[in-house]
């Protein structure tokens, strides 16, 4: 089967996916990220179809999908190597554009919903244990040559451990929250906004940039600038992170989102409580902090078949 285009999608499909993604990210408070997702799996899944179907002229025609329209296009998508997580995500996708178009134009979209996503085993998050977080935090600023800009990884890294923040969360700070408070308000995924304690050891961190970065600080303007005073991006974090994985013989898994990961498992593993910790995250639901229970009685399961007589035969 020929690659779907997006160039293949008609006008009113195209003016449709629009509406639906305006709503989604207006409505819904979806992030700029998830909304370019939604975008590239809907079009990939309307390319197909226009090309299986021979043509989806308006969005009507999406109550002519059978559900062997939709096992074909699940066919394709999996010939491309897609993981089963991947595909349902994408699907999740397609079933929330057929709902806004099904109450649009009142049609029957049964062969969409009706459609299972793959089975797919969720994994459990890779946090870095305590001594190779604090590794981590005294390597870090080897990895760039300005004096300064080690000091601004070292804060951005400190706030990823130490306030369970998301890079992009972490990036979002400007020159407004300096000098960081005792508690951050921040809003993440969804919209949802959350109070955050800050450390001391973070705040001092955070200052110590700010003392030595070159770039004047103004409320409207990042509060980490890249070495010509722009922006700094999530990949410079992530390949700083990579340098300081290797020169420590750290797994791959030693991401700068699994230091988020280790702040919740550490805290659990201190008697923290799941629910504070959930808040913490900024998690909508308790399902998805309740994967750290599971990694702190696997860590647990492991230090007693190294450690306990009987499990070691």
């Given amino acids: 089967?020929?690659?779907?285009?997006?160039?293949?999608?008609?006008?009113?499909?195209?003016?449709?996916?629009?509406?639906?993604?305006?709503?989604?990210?207006?409505?819904?408070?979806?992030?700029?990220?998830?909304?370019?997702?939604?975008?590239?799996?809907?079009?990939?899944?309307?390319?197909?179809?226009?090309?299986?179907?021979?043509?989806?002229?308006?969005?009507?025609?999406?109550?002519?999908?059978?559900?062997?329209?939709?096992?074909?296009?699940?066919?394709?998508?999996?010939?491309?190597?897609?993981?089963?997580?991947?595909?349902?995500?994408?699907?999740?996708?397609?079933?929330?554009f057929a709902r806004f178009i099904a109450d649009e134009?009142?049609?029957?979209?049964?062969?969409?919903?009706?459609?299972?996503?793959p089975k797919h085993t969720r994994g459990l998050p890779r946090p870095l244990s305590a001594t190779d977080a604090r590794d981590v935090l005294d390597t870090v600023a080897l990895q760039t040559r300005a004096d300064w800009a080690g000091l601004r990884d070292v804060a951005v890294v400190t706030l990823l451990y130490g306030c369970g923040l998301r890079v992009s969360e972490?990036?979002?700070?400007?020159?407004?929250?300096?000098?960081l408070p005792d508690v951050l308000r921040m809003t993440g995924k969804g919209g949802r906004e959350r109070l955050v304690p800050v450390?001391?050891?973070?705040?001092?961190?955070?200052?110590?940039?700010?003392?030595?970065?070159?770039?004047?600080?103004?409320?409207?303007?990042?509060?980490?600038?890249?070495?010509?005073?722009?922006?700094?991006?999530?990949?410079?974090?992530?390949?700083?992170?990579?340098?300081?994985?290797?020169?420590?013989?750290?797994?791959?898994?030693?991401?700068?989102?699994?230091?988020?990961?280790s702040f919740a498992t550490h805290l659990l593993a201190k008697g923290g409580d799941l629910r504070a910790i959930q808040e913490l995250l900024g998690h909508a639901s308790l399902r998805s902090t309740q994967v750290y229970t599971a990694v702190d009685s696997t860590r647990l399961m492991d230090v007693y078949e190294s450690a306990h007589p009987r499990a070691r035969g």
């Fill in 170 to 179: 972490a990036l979002s700070l400007t020159g407004r929250d300096a000098p």
């Fill in 105 to 117: 134009a009142s049609i029957d979209i049964s062969a969409i919903l009706a459609t299972r996503a």
């Fill in 199 to 261: 450390l001391p050891v973070a705040r001092r961190a955070v200052a110590d940039y700010l003392s030595a970065c070159p770039h004047a600080q103004t409320p409207d303007l990042p509060l980490f600038r890249a070495i010509r005073g722009g922006a700094l991006d999530r990949r410079h974090v992530a390949r700083v992170m990579e340098a300081t994985r290797l020169q420590l013989g750290l797994p791959a898994s030693a991401t700068p989102h699994a230091l988020r990961h």
């Fill in 1 to 96: 089967m020929t690659e779907p285009q997006v160039a293949l999608i008609a006008p009113a499909m195209a003016a449709a996916l629009s509406r639906y993604l305006q709503r989604k990210q207006g409505l819904s408070g979806a992030s700029a990220n998830t909304v370019s997702a939604y975008a590239s799996d809907l079009r990939d899944f309307l390319g197909f179809m226009t090309l299986h179907m021979g043509g989806l002229d308006t969005p009507r025609a999406l109550g002519e999908i059978r559900q062997a329209d939709m096992r074909a296009w699940m066919a394709y998508a999996r010939g491309r190597d897609l993981s089963a997580r991947a595909l349902a995500r994408k699907l999740s996708a397609v079933r929330g």
